[in-house]
């Protein structure tokens, strides 16, 4: 049974830099797409980025620029470096894997998820 552990979540000021970590068990990340949803208090989840087995990524137009998506197959790891990070960044950060139900913005789309890492922006 797949198994996804979120990690690098933490404090940091407005134009800091983080990077999260999304680690795969259970099987492999070969043939996956991964996604990132974020959820800011009071408010539904938000896909962030995803990114296919061809190494192909997408991303929320917000973070276009700030935010890279990238995979390491043979540490079955997924990561998100996060710069010129900014308050309304702010959220609880999950990864997910796609089961290629519908939009990769579609949190029904997807049918495992880790247990989240918070990351929050501010002075």
């Known amino acids: 049974q797949l198994q996804l552990v979120e990690s690098g979540g933490g404090l940091v000021q407005p134009g800091g830099s983080l990077r999260l970590s999304c680690t795969v068990s259970g099987g492999t990340l070969e043939n996956l797409s991964i996604a990132w949803f974020r959820q800011a208090p009071g408010k539904g989840l938000e896909g962030v980025s995803r990114?296919?087995?061809?190494?192909?990524?997408s991303y929320l137009d917000g973070v276009k620029g700030r935010f890279t998506i990238s995979r390491d197959n043979a540490k079955n790891t997924v990561y998100l470096q996060m710069n010129s990070l900014k308050p309304d960044d702010t959220g609880v950060y999950y990864c997910?894997?796609?089961?290629?139900?519908?939009?990769?913005?579609?949190?029904?789309?997807?049918?495992?998820w880790g247990q989240g890492t918070q990351v929050t922006v501010s002075s």
């Open positions: 997910a894997v796609d089961a290629f139900r519908g939009a990769w913005t579609l949190p029904g789309s997807y049918d495992t």
């Open positions: 990114i296919n087995p061809s190494n192909m990524p």
